[in-house]
């Protein structure tokens, strides 16, 4: 099936009272994951990728170990990372965890504030374009792990609980250079903790 762009799952200015602008999410969504939706739909045309679900070209066209990866691969895996993205943050003041991911987050690294720091550091320390993620993984358990550019959870056959995404289109209207800043307040701000919990 061809990729098509979801609408935000709230209003552009939803976030900007937790620090993540308007500007930012009409570039951010409007504009990049538009492009990975018209990119990947000009290259998976007339392949043997045409029809397939988004998962399955994800998984299919990555390339372990591989220094670059395909545009058939890069465009998708970035639209699935986006889909999930937006699904991931939400608005409002105050989001509750839900009990059950405060007792998985707290047996899986010892409290919440180490997963948020294991997290934060995890993006603070990928180097260049790529993402943070809390990961569930083949055998359950969870794990902090970073990525590069578009690569996934998927590729490793784990499942994403949280992913932010840390490249500069992400936080450099709102952040500029502070990258460490911009993890710290998508942790304690912007995360919807209710659709982290619903994943594991
Ligand atoms: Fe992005």
Redo the contacts with the bound molecule.
């Keep these: 099936m061809a990729f098509t762009l979801p609408d935000l799952p709230y209003a552009h200015d939803a976030l900007a009272s937790l620090g993540m602008s308007k500007e930012t999410l009409e570039y ?1 969504h409007d504009l ?2 538009k492009a990975y939706v018209d990119n990947g739909n000009k290259l998976v045309a007339g392949t043997e990728w045409e029809g397939k679900s988004l998962e399955d070209i994800v998984r299919g066209t990555y390339q372990a170990g591989a220094v670059a990866q395909s545009g058939i691969f890069n465009n998708a895996s ?1 639209h699935w ?2 889909n999930e ?1 937006w699904k991931m943050m939400g608005p409002g003041e105050n989001k509750k965890m839900p009990g059950a991911l405060e007792k998985a987050l707290t047996d899986s690294f010892g409290s919440v504030q180490k997963f948020k720091d294991d997290f934060a550091a995890a993006g603070a320390g990928q180097f260049g374009s790529g993402w943070a993620w809390l990961v569930k993984d083949k055998d359950g358990a969870l794990k902090v792990t970073k990525t590069e550019n578009g690569v996934n959870p998927l590729c490793f056959g784990q499942t994403a609980l949280l992913g932010c ?1 840390v ?1 500069e ?2 936080y450099y209207i709102d952040f500029r250079n502070k990258r460490p800043a911009y993890l710290a307040n998508f942790l304690d701000k912007l995360v919807n903790w209710e659709n982290v919990a619903s994943r594991l």
Excluded: C, T, V
């Design positions: 951010h990049h994951h970035q990372n986006h993205f995404d490249w289109h992400s």
